[in-house]
């Protein structure tokens, strides 16, 4: 069983930053794509950021690029989302997800996931 633990998160200005946290436990294998969604109330979930350990790629939606950076930390167990220069609109619910395959092909559907931390609330006031 694998468990996905988030951290971070809150409420921000316009143009300030967060740092979101996913701890991941239990069996957790090498190969695995970890990845960043968020829902906005009204709207769908949607596709934010991924790590892929096998080449350590990084994956970012159009809407984040150059402002949000998804990283790992040395131990490889967790997934980190810096947020910066955030906007009104990046006000969500943001969840981590994970996924252990190592033929995993859908970095970028949520349904494609088979592991989800709790979710966590960003909040920006503009």
């Known amino acids: 069983q694998v468990q996905l633990v988030q951290s971070g998160g809150g409420l921000v200005q316009a143009g300030g930053s967060l740092r979101l946290s996913c701890a991941a436990s239990?069996?957790?294998?090498?190969?695995?794509?970890m990845g960043w969604f968020r829902q906005a109330p009204g709207k769908e979930r949607e596709f934010v950021a991924a790590?892929?350990?096998?080449?350590?790629?990084?994956y970012y939606a159009d809407s984040v690029k150059g402002r949000f950076t998804i990283s790992r930390d040395n131990a490889k167990t967790t997934v980190y989302l810096q947020m910066n220069s955030l906007k009104s609109e990046d006000t969500a619910v943001y969840y981590c997800?994970?996924?252990?395959?190592?033929?995993?092909?859908?970095?970028?559907?949520?349904?494609?996931?088979?592991?989800w931390g709790q979710g966590t609330q960003v909040t920006v006031s503009s």
């Open positions: 997800a994970a996924n252990f395959s190592p033929y995993f092909s859908g970095t970028y559907d949520g349904d494609q996931y088979d592991y």
């Open positions: 790590f892929k350990w096998s080449g350590s790629r990084t």
């Open positions: 239990g069996r957790v294998f090498s190969s695995r794509t």
